[in-house]
């Protein structure tokens, strides 16, 4: 996917908003079923750089206009002229575009959720995993094309699929292009939920409602130490809980809970 009629000159969007601490991203260009331009991916950074520092946000939702997610990163586009680039253009550029997008994902301090719907593919599946909950329409697929493409998985693949639903089938997706329906990727533990798609604005809705109303700098450190642990051992990932613990008894909402707690009622958190 991604490489649909190279005629169609849809430069596509990539919109952001923010609506009650929610930023709202939507991957706009359904012509080419929202398959991403340099200038798309350019802003996603951007984007997502601009809100690690934005304390009014509480979550981030990303989504696809139309019926599908994303079809990764426009290749067709990228070579459709006869003048090569020069040597080593990718390790130059990708480090601080499509890679950096999925760095800031499971980096940034707040949680991010993606709903899937139509084709998740390449850099499209790679942030649907990237994600800390991606609830998918039943009838959607994911699908890692390289090999059908000649060249090399990117953009986290290799380290994200055999984490998320082991070696065997990591390597179905990333060896032998196997495509996966949404509601494997969810028996497998690749996504968080799949959902008929007459539920998925609903269930997306209240995952990003219920989100937004965490103990925000508690969920940002919680998703850091998660992500940690992936590579330490256990005396070093509960060394690093106890200075998340420092850090989140500090903050306004731990003392809002502490209180709830013993008023017996439910908290208001304010994520701060």
Same mark, same amino acid.
């Given at each position: 996917?991604?490489?649909?009629?190279?005629?169609?000159?849809?430069?596509?969007?990539?919109?952001?908003?923010?609506?009650?601490?929610?930023?709202?991203?939507?991957?706009?260009?359904?012509?080419?079923?929202?398959?991403?331009?340099?200038?798309?991916?350019?802003?996603?950074?951007?984007?997502?750089?601009?809100?690690?520092?934005?304390?009014?946000?509480?979550?981030?939702?990303?989504?696809?206009?139309?019926?599908?997610?994303?079809?990764?990163?426009?290749?067709?586009?990228?070579?459709?002229?006869?003048?090569?680039?020069?040597?080593?253009?990718?390790?130059?550029?990708?480090?601080?575009?499509?890679?950096?997008?999925?760095?800031?994902?499971?980096?940034?301090?707040?949680?991010?959720?993606?709903?899937?719907?139509?084709?998740?593919? +390449?850099?499209?599946? !790679?942030?649907?995993? &990237? =994600? @800390?909950?991606?609830?998918?329409?039943? /009838?959607?697929?994911?699908? *890692?094309?390289?090999?059908?493409?000649?060249?090399?998985?990117?953009?986290?693949?290799?380290?994200?699929?055999?984490?998320?639903?082991?070696?065997?089938?990591?390597?179905?997706?990333?060896?032998? +292009?196997?495509?996966? !329906?949404?509601?494997? &990727? =969810? @028996?497998?533990?690749?996504?968080?939920? /799949?959902?008929?798609?007459? *539920?998925?604005?609903?269930?997306?809705?209240?995952?990003?409602?219920?989100?937004?109303?965490?103990?925000?700098?508690?969920?940002?450190?919680?998703?850091?130490?998660?992500?940690?642990?992936?590579?330490?051992?256990?005396?070093?990932?509960?060394?690093?809980?106890?200075?998340?613990?420092?850090?989140?008894?500090?903050?306004?909402?731990?003392?809002?809970?502490?209180?709830?707690?013993?008023?017996?009622?439910?908290?208001?958190?304010?994520?701060?």
């Amino acid at each position: 996917m991604g490489d649909s009629d190279p005629s169609d000159s849809g430069k596509g969007t990539l919109t952001a908003s923010i609506d009650s601490g929610v930023l709202r991203i939507v991957i706009d260009r359904p012509s080419r079923r929202n398959a991403m331009t340099h200038a798309m991916i350019d802003t996603f950074v951007q984007t997502l750089t601009d809100a690690a520092t934005d304390d009014s946000l509480r979550v981030v939702h990303i989504r696809g206009a139309g019926g599908d997610f994303c079809t990764g990163a426009d290749w067709v586009a990228t070579n459709k002229t006869d003048q090569r680039p020069r040597a080593g253009n990718l390790i130059r550029r990708i480090p601080h575009t499509a890679h950096r997008v999925i760095e800031l994902v499971t980096t940034i301090h707040l949680p991010v959720v993606c709903t899937v719907q139509g084709w998740a593919t +390449g850099l499209g599946c !790679s942030l649907a995993l &990237a =994600a @800390d909950f991606t609830v998918a329409d039943d /009838s959607a697929v994911f699908w *890692e094309p390289f090999m059908a493409r000649g060249f090399t998985p990117d953009s986290g693949s290799t380290w994200l699929l055999p984490r998320l639903m082991g070696i065997a089938r990591a390597k179905e997706m990333l060896l032998l +292009g196997e495509k996966v !329906s949404a509601t494997q &990727a =969810a @028996d497998w533990g690749m996504i968080h939920r /799949s959902v008929d798609s007459s *539920e998925i604005d609903t269930v997306s809705a209240a995952l990003v409602d219920r989100l937004a109303g965490g103990p925000t700098v508690a969920i940002g450190l919680a998703k850091a130490a998660i992500n940690f642990g992936q590579g330490a051992s256990l005396t070093e990932s509960m060394n690093h809980e106890l200075s998340d613990l420092e850090l989140a008894c500090r903050t306004s909402d731990f003392k809002e809970g502490l209180s709830a707690f013993k008023e017996r009622r439910t908290p208001d958190f304010d994520g701060r």
